[in-house]
């Protein structure tokens, strides 16, 4: 069945550094990729969608990548601030709608 | 513009009653999604629809039914509930683009708390 995985540990990095998120996903070819922010006690809220002749593609400080070779999305926040402290989730959108379970960001001062 | 709307945002339920969790929407979206969230973890998908009369299962089915009668409604029927039904609950929905999916938007949640 397919399969979506990332990190499940929580990701700490120090203001101005930049995160680097990971989703790896398995029994799947998907046409593209969506990324979204969860905050505590709120839902999901979509922030990039990719797609597969896509590479890489940019939103302000957010960058996403896609490598359908080696199966995985790469999620960049650069210059980062404690306002990006949230989980990060990406999906595989098809006739169904799949999540993997998130990563904990944490950003410090 | 309200997007999705859950009712209601917090219930407690007995052991064995039954209840239905309310989503509607008003951006004339074809697809609609349910999901649950348990404390840490991922949002596992119960049920979806991709148009008015068409539901199928997610990941969760059981222990929960759907109906899709119009565009704009999509409730969410606990028949028996149990404590492992107790989670966060969320509807959303997104339009198609094509053969894509465009983004999903979400409702505010459900708490749901069986005892």
């Known amino acids: 069945s397919q399969k979506i995985e990332q990190n499940s540990e929580a990701l700490n990095i120090q203001e101005g550094k930049t995160a680097t998120l990971t989703c790896n996903y398995t029994?799947?070819?998907?046409?593209?990729l969506q990324w979204y922010r969860q905050d505590p006690g709120r839902g999901p809220v979509f922030l990039l969608l990719?797609?597969?002749?896509?590479k890489e593609k940019r939103k302000e400080r957010l960058k996403v990548t896609f490598d359908t070779t080696l199966k995985q999305s790469l999620f960049h926040i650069t210059a980062s601030q404690p306002a990006d402290s949230a989980t990060y989730l990406c999906?595989?959108?098809?006739?169904?709608?799949?999540f993997g379970q998130g990563t904990e960001l944490s950003v410090k001062p | 513009n309200a997007g999705v709307t859950q009712t209601p945002k917090f219930r407690i339920l007995k052991i064995g009653q039954s209840m239905t969790l309310q989503c509607t929407q008003d951006?004339?979206?074809?697809?609609m999604y349910w999901y649950r969230q348990d404390p840490g973890m991922g949002l596992k998908l119960i049920y979806y629809?991709?148009?008015?009369?068409?539901?199928d299962k997610g990941e969760v089915p059981n222990g929960y039914n759907v109906s899709r009668s119009t565009t704009e409604d999509f409730p969410l029927r606990l028949e028996l509930a149990a404590p492992s039904q107790t989670s966060v609950y969320f509807c959303?929905?997104?339009?198609?683009?094509?053969?894509?999916?465009?983004?999903?938007?979400f409702g505010q949640g459900t708490r749901l708390t069986v005892v």
């Open positions: 959303a929905s997104s339009a198609t683009s094509g053969q894509l999916n465009t983004e999903a938007f």
């Open positions: 029994n799947y070819s998907p046409a593209y």
């Open positions: 990719i797609r597969e002749n896509e």
């Open positions: 999906a595989l959108p098809a006739r169904k709608l799949i």
């Open positions: 951006m004339n979206h074809n697809y």
């Open positions: 629809s991709v148009g008015a009369g068409i539901t």
